[in-house]
Structures are given as structure tokens and as C-alpha cells.
């Protein structure tokens, strides 16, 4: 109660110049430029601010400012708004599979596990953003990793991933990377859009979307159901979404907005690390259903030309309930074998942020931020059908973050610090350096070091199983160098080297049957890639990454991260309003376990392309189809997990303006 009375009085302090100070501002006029994309832009990143309007070429989660991505401090790619828009994509998981430099893996057929990794990290070490609202879930056995293959793109704006360690401005999880999913804005126009589409398995999905204005106040709802059967055996699935957004602009210096998003997905698998459809013993699938449930509310005030301040509400919720049969090593009775588990989860973490940036002068920016927030976990597992397994618990975490941004048109710099407390730890300090300087015409250098951490899950540190309440925060120091050179206006190449040291990974004993810190990893690698324009029509990128591993006094591999990927895509803009993009990526051998193969401890190198057609030739009407894994190649991301082959889908979209 002491912390909540504490941040009550904070907050009312806090609000008392903000909201006094309205009324006494002009009012704007109708259609303000200082619209939902100045939001959009705020709500990505704990710096949030009124800033002007960002373009597709650039990023605002390293700063909280948008930057042309050639000039971000930090290893950035960026899906835009046009890519997302003509990729048609089944899931978020068939996007990020054709990001470079992430690794996505899926668990089987489309609508399984699906997580990703950065640079040789665990998948929980990546934090997941929707519109600057962390979503990773800490109170279920995947400790903090997000599924990509709940997340539809359909209302999506882009997509921006940065490399390398960002708990100095998002706390913890933000140990390999941060990748940030921001929606799509209104635009204060009267416009309803609708579409369906369908294809292979018994694929089937529709989607609509409205906005409009009143005056100061702009609107926009959206929705989408997907469907798809059984692929292979046993692994249909089915997700849905649905979300409203507003804002209002009371004057020309103040904004105020509001989101909230519900994500419902049901589906049933073979489970992890069991075989697969190949190998697996028993046909019994895996089965869950989860319920996502995020909303948030900021209001923002430009005091003066130095400073602007905001408070920041948000809250995420998911619960999930799974069944997973049986895992047995072989069809003798083993100690090897798993039994059965029956899971109820409930994570919910609400926070409070208060923010505040400076511009001292034109080329130097400060950003200070202070935030409080709860994470409260309730796990309930049967586990065999005969032992319980449950825990409830909250933890109160408090974080303080701030940075100094210096930026003109050719170069930026930043230095950042980020503070946390989270109840039972001691304080962690998460120090960050960055700089993108030219060296050189059309030769920009960048590099960028710092620190970054995670606390322990709810899981790994409640469950009455495996859990272990001693357990310390995991760490990381990392750094990166790179080069970025363009040769005139259509080719451009870029190499970056890359280290991590990680430390404290919470790895599984089976001696002591609990989790326990005692990993030491190193990864070092190479990220490089191009990108060529032809005319006006044509775009061709190549990129490719080396992933090198050393697990300190272990002989055990690093699984599940292959050492080499490669990427192709081209794009073309076709007469008529028709256009054509392909993609291709390679990715090499991983380490795999599954228990009923112990002996086969890898899995071979694969690859897949898709083609997408589209023709936006009709006035409302545009049309789509989508080829994946065009080649028909019968790969395996996992052991015993093949890929069902090539599917198919085409859909039609209608605009009513």
C-alpha cells in the first residue's frame, strides 16, 4: 500500500501543471497536423513525446524520436507500412520469418510455437512491443517468449526490430533485442475498408476496418478472423482480433489517446520436443487457448519549446489454458519420459509511466522517464492428472530511465542509463552508448554498446516444481561496429560485427530438478546485407548473418540457433496497378532435441520462398494472391516437424471511399 499511495501522490503532483495549463491554450483548428501518427509515434517507446510526424524511413524505438534508420544508433531493421501492406501475410510469424538478421522458429505447421531470437539469445530475451505495450508473458514455461503466430498483420503500420541490448530504456527482457509492432493510425477520414480471403487447408479469413472524425475527436476500429485446418495431422488453428482507438487534440500543444486490443487464438499441435508427426510416440495433441487482452492511455503537453511532459497508462493481461499429453522416449517405460500437464495461466502487468523530454537546443535532446508497475502471475498445473502444481504471486517493479540524444541531419549520438527495482533484487543498471557518424561521402559508420538484463519469470522463480526462488537476474554485455556505404542513389551496402556475453542463463538441472543459474554463452557474428533499385519499379535485397557460439564449461550446444541464414527479395511495381514481390530465405543446420530420437541431435539446413501477385487497378476493389513455399520443398525447422508442402491463398479487399 505504501508503494501505491507514493506513485497516487506522484501522479497527482504530476497532473496538477499538465491539465491546469489547458484551457488557456489556442484551440486547434479541424484536421491539426498533430493527429494519431504523432501518437502512433509516442506510444512506440518509454520516451513518448510530441513529435512531428514520422515517414516509413524511419524508427523511433531507439530514441523515442523518429531518426532516418541510416542514422539510428543502433542495428535496426524496419518492416514499413508498403511491405506489410503488399506481403499479405497468413500470421505476424510469416513476416518476421523474411526480417534479416532474426531467427524465427516454428514449431511444426503454421499456427504453432512460433519465437524468435536475436544474435544467440534465449527467445524470452527478446521483449515483444504492440504499440509500446510490452506483451510477453512471465508466468507460463516459456518464461517471457511471444508467440508470433497469434498476432494477425492486417491492421498493422510496421514492424521495427533493433538489435542488441535496450534494458537502458525498457527494463528487463530487452536483452537481445526489442521488436516493436505499431498499428495503423487513423488519418481524421471517413473510410471503410472489408476483406476475405481463402486457400489451402481449409483456409478462410475476413477483415474490416473503420475511422472517421468529430471535430477534435478522431476513431478507429478494426477486426480480423483467420481459420486454417489441419495441415499435417492434428494442427488446425484459429485466431482473432479486435480493436478500438481514439484520440483528442483539446489544443495545439496537448493530445490525449486511447487504445485497447483483445487477441483470441485456439489451436492444437503435437507438442514440443516430442517427435512430431514423425516421431512421435503417442498421436495425442497438444491443445490451447488464450485470451490477450492490452489497453493504454496517454495524455501528452508541450509546455514550452524546451520542455513536453505525459503520463502513460497501460495495462496487459493474458490468460491461457493448455493440455499436453504425454512425451514418451520410447515405447518401454522410461525416466526420460514426460507426463502429462494441464495448465491454467493468468499474467496481467499494469504500469504507470511518467515522461518528460527536453530540448535544450536545436541539436541536443534529453529524455527522462519514471515508471511503476506490478506483474501478477497465477499458475495452476495438474500435472499427470493426480499432483498439483499452482502458484500465485505480484511483484511491484519501479524503473527509471533517461538518455541524451545529440542529432543533426548527417549524424546522431546518445548516451543512456536505465535503473530498475524490482521487488526481491537488488537494483540493476543498464548503461548504453551509440553513434552513427559519417566518415566519409554517402559512408556512415555506426556502433553501440551497452548492458541489459532480465529478471527472473514468475515461473522460474514460483513454480513448485522447478522453480528456485535464489535464482539472480541474467545479463548481458554487448556490442556492435558497422559500416553502411551508397553508391549513388540504387545501391546500397552494409556489414555489421556483433558480441554478446551472456551470464547467469537460467538453464534446467536435472541433478537438482530445479532451475538454476550457471550458463555462460558467447555469440559473435557477422550481419550484412544489400539492397538495389532499378527504375522506378524494381527493388532487390540480399542480406545474410553468421551466428558463432561458445557455451563455457558445458558440453552442451546451443540449440535451435542455426549458424548461418540468407536472405533474397525482390520487388516489382508491374503496369496496369499490378505488382509482384518474392521472397527466399536459407537457413542452416541447428542443434535439436526431441526425446524419442536422442541419437539425432540436429536437423538439416532448409529453405522456402513465397510469391505474392496483387492489382489495385479497380477504383475500391484490390486483389490478391499468395504462393508460400512456391519450390514445394518438405523441410524441417524441427525434428519430426515437416513443413506441409505449398499452400495457396487469394483474397479481395473492398473500400468504400
Not at 141 to 170: A, C, N, Q, W
Not at 298 to 311: D, L
Not at 398 to 415: C, E, H, K, P, W
Request: a neutral charge; hydrophobic letters at 40%.
Amino acid at each position: 500500500m505504501t508503494f501505491v499511495r507514493l506513485w497516487l501522490v506522484i501522479v497527482i503532483l504530476y497532473l496538477v501543471p499538465l491539465v491546469s495549463l489547458c484551457p488557456a491554450q489556442a484551440p486547434a483548428a479541424g484536421g491539426s497536423a498533430q493527429n494519431n501518427d504523432d501518437v502512433a509515434a509516442g506510444k512506440t517507446t518509454p520516451n513518448n513525446a510530441i513529435t512531428p510526424k514520422p515517414t516509413l524511413l524511419t524508427v523511433v524505438t531507439v530514441t523515442g524520436e523518429p531518426l532516418s534508420v541510416s542514422l539510428a544508433p543502433a542495428s535496426v531493421s524496419v518492416v514499413d507500412d508498403e511491405q506489410l501492406r503488399n506481403a499479405h501475410a497468413l500470421t505476424s510469424s510469416d513476416i518476421m520469418r523474411t526480417v534479416p538478421f532474426v531467427n524465427l522458429e516454428q514449431n511444426g505447421s503454421a499456427g504453432s510455437l512460433s519465437t524468435l531470437t536475436i544474435r544467440g539469445g534465449k527467445p524470452n530475451l527478446v521483449l515483444m512491443l504492440i504499440d509500446g505495450i510490452p506483451v510477453n508473458d512471465l508466468s507460463n514455461l516459456l518464461g517471457g517468449s511471444f508467440d508470433f503466430s497469434i498476432l494477425p498483420t492486417h491492421d498493422v503500420e510496421r514492424i521495427e526490430v533493433v538489435r542488441g541490448p535496450l534494458s537502458s530504456g525498457y527494463g528487463s527482457e530487452a536483452m537481445s533485442g526489442v521488436i516493436n509492432v505499431i498499428t495503423k493510425p487513423a488519418h481524421y477520414e471517413s473510410d471503410v475498408t472489408a476483406g476475405v480471403q481463402a486457400g489451402s487447408f481449409g483456409t478462410a479469413g475476413m477483415d474490416f476496418g473503420a475511422e472517421g472524425s468529430q471535430g477534435r475527436f478522431g476513431y478507429k476500429l478494426s477486426g480480423a478472423f483467420l481459420r486454417v485446418g489441419e495441415q499435417i495431422e492434428s494442427d488446425s488453428f484459429s485466431t482473432s482480433t479486435f480493436s478500438v482507438a481514439s484520440d483528442y487534440v483539446p489544443s495545439t500543444n496537448s493530445t490525449m489517446s486511447w487504445t485497447a486490443r483483445w487477441i483470441q487464438f485456439d489451436g492444437s499441435s503435437f507438442p514440443e520436443n516430442g517427435g512430431g508427426p514423425e516421431f512421435s510416440i503417442l498421436r495425442t495433441p497438444k491443445t490451447s487457448n488464450s485470451g490477450n487482452f492490452l489497453a493504454g492511455f496517454i495524455f501528452q503537453r508541450q509546455f514550452s519549446k524546451v520542455w513536453a511532459a505525459g503520463i502513460d497508462i497501460d495495462v496487459f493481461t493474458r490468460g491461457e489454458h493448455s493440455y499436453t499429453p504425454p512425451i514418451l522416449a520410447g515405447t518401454n517405460p522410461s525416466p526420460f519420459s514426460q507426463p502429462s500437464t494441464l495448465v491454467s495461466t493468468r499474467f496481467t502487468r499494469p504500469r504507470l509511466t511518467l515522461q518528460n523530454v527536453f530540448n535544450f537546443a536545436p541539436k541536443w535532446q534529453a529524455h527522462f522517464n519514471a515508471q511503476g508497475g506490478d506483474e501478477i502471475g497465477d499458475n495452476n498445473t495438474l500435472i499427470d492428472n493426480l499432483y498439483n502444481s499452482r502458484f500465485s504471486t505480484n511483484r511491484g517493479i519501479v524503473n527509471g530511465s533517461g538518455d541524451l540524444v545529440y542529432f543533426t541531419q548527417r549524424m546522431t549520438a546518445m548516451i543512456a542509463l536505465g535503473i530498475n527495482k524490482t521487488s526481491g533484487f537488488h537494483a540493476q543498471i543498464a548503461p548504453r552508448v551509440g553513434a552513427a557518424l559519417p566518415v566519409a561521402k554517402n559512408t556512415i559508420v555506426k556502433a553501440s554498446w551497452g548492458q541489459a538484463y532480465k529478471v527472473p519469470s514468475l515461473y522460474a522463480l514460483e513454480n513448485p516444481s522447478v522453480g528456485n526462488p535464489s535464482l539472480v537476474p541474467e545479463k548481458v554485455t554487448g556490442l556492435d561496429a558497422g559500416v553502411q556505404h551508397r553508391f549513388g542513389g540504387h545501391l546500397t551496402l552494409s556489414g555489421t560485427y556483433y558480441y554478446n556475453l551472456f551470464s547467469n542463463l537460467i538453464d534446467f538441472s536435472a541433478t537438482a530438478f530445479r532451475l538454476v543459474n550457471r550458463t555462460r554463452v558467447r555469440t559473435a557474428g557477422v550481419e550484412t546485407d544489400a539492397a538495389l533499385s532499378v527504375g522506378h519499379g524494381i527493388q532487390v535485397k540480399v542480406w545474410g548473418s553468421s551466428l558463432n557460439w561458445k557455451i563455457e564449461s558445458s558440453s552442451e550446444p546451443l540449440r535451435d540457433q542455426p549458424d548461418w541464414q540468407a536472405g533474397f527479395s525482390l520487388d516489382t511495381k508491374l503496369p496496369k496497378q499490378i505488382r509482384a514481390s518474392s521472397a527466399t530465405v536459407w537457413v542452416g543446420r541447428r542443434y535439436d532435441f526431441q526425446l524419442p530420437v536422442p541419437a539425432i541431435d540436429s536437423v538439416g539446413g532448409s529453405s522456402t520462398t513465397n510469391l505474392v501477385l496483387g492489382y489495385d487497378g479497380f477504383r475500391r476493389i484490390g486483389l490478391f494472391a499468395r504462393i508460400d513455399n512456391l519450390l514445394d520443398r518438405r523441410f524441417h525447422e524441427y525434428l519430426g516437424f515437416p513443413n506441409p508442402g505449398i499452400s495457396c491463398r487469394v483474397g479481395v479487399t473492398y473500400r468504400l471511399r
